[in-house]
């Protein structure tokens, strides 16, 4: 049968090839033509799907509806994970495990592409294909400013050695950088305080040099004012002066402690503050 299959290979017929190769690999797992045959009918399947033309569709992480899977690539999908299940730690199963899940993530079905991707996050750390699908969920949770699951899946992802380890430690940084804040700033503006100052503190304290640290203090004091959290509200603002004494911002933050102390009748402290900002 596997002469058959690759009779009908060389004459083009590459489902029929494809079906006769699984069946060989079926048959027996010792076979001689067992990895051969399984790892030929995903070529009989590459060769029809790259015969075959497919409409064009929008950009990657952008298809607002899941559109369907054309017949050919779902093929291609079906004997890709047949060949993982039977050869799982064979590297070029690697590339076919990706290419599967890019697949769904292609035509929309984000739910099954993450599902996908994170298995090879999980299973295959140290691979390329672990770093491409990193960047592909971080980038899928970006573009749909989906601030919140980007800030899990960042925090998560960086949690791992092993991807840390091949070189992911800076873009990890730099999506957490962005995620952090951008929620905060979401939770302020959907007037959840507590979350809007809670994540602008964990971003100053993650990200002490950033150029937006000082922002992100005055940013976490003004909404402890908001809840009516006096004392958390000069902490952040007194720790805004402590370490960054030279921002934009010092000068406001001096006459916001120096008046909140005159508010709470603290008039020495009042005054302490009143005197740094007339210097």
């Not at 015969?51 to 298809?63: D, I, L, N, R």
């Not at 070189?167 to 951008?182: P, V």
């Not at 000069?234 to 000068?251: D, N, R």
Request: charged fraction near 25%; charge should be neutral; aromatic fraction near 12%.
């Amino acid at each position: 049968e596997f002469l058959l299959a690759e009779l009908l290979y060389k004459f083009d017929k590459y489902e029929s090839a494809s079906r006769h190769y699984t069946a060989v690999a079926n048959r027996d797992a010792k076979g001689k033509y067992f990895s051969q045959a399984a790892f030929n009918a995903v070529s009989a399947i590459t060769e029809l799907v790259k015969s075959t033309t497919f409409e064009k569709v929008p950009p990657a992480g952008q298809v607002p509806t899941a559109i369907p899977v054309p017949k050919e690539k779902l093929l291609l999908v079906n004997v890709s994970d047949d060949y993982v299940t039977k050869l799982p730690t064979e590297e070029i199963g690697f590339a076919m495990r990706f290419s599967s899940a890019q697949v769904y993530f292609d035509y929309g079905h984000y739910e099954e592409a993450m599902k996908r991707f994170e298995k090879i996050i999980s299973e295959i750390p140290e691979t390329k294909q672990a770093q491409a699908a990193v960047r592909i969920i971080l980038g899928y949770h970006a573009e749909r400013k989906d601030w919140a699951a980007l800030v899990t899946a960042a925090k998560a992802f960086a949690g791992r050695k092993e991807l840390m380890a091949v070189g992911l430690g800076e873009h990890m940084t730099d999506m957490l950088r962005l995620s952090i804040f951008k929620k905060a700033m979401i939770d302020e503006k959907n007037k959840n305080y507590d979350l809007a100052a809670a994540g602008f503190m964990e971003y100053q304290r993650q990200f002490t040099k950033d150029k937006d640290a000082d922002k992100a203090l005055y940013n976490a004091s003004l909404n402890y004012y908001r809840l009516g959290n006096v004392p958390d509200a000069l902490a952040g603002a007194k720790l805004m002066l402590e370490q960054y004494p030279k921002s934009e911002l010092a000068l406001e933050v001096l006459v916001s402690i120096a008046q909140t102390h005159e508010s709470l009748a603290e008039f020495d402290k009042a005054a302490n503050y009143y005197n740094a900002f007339a210097i």
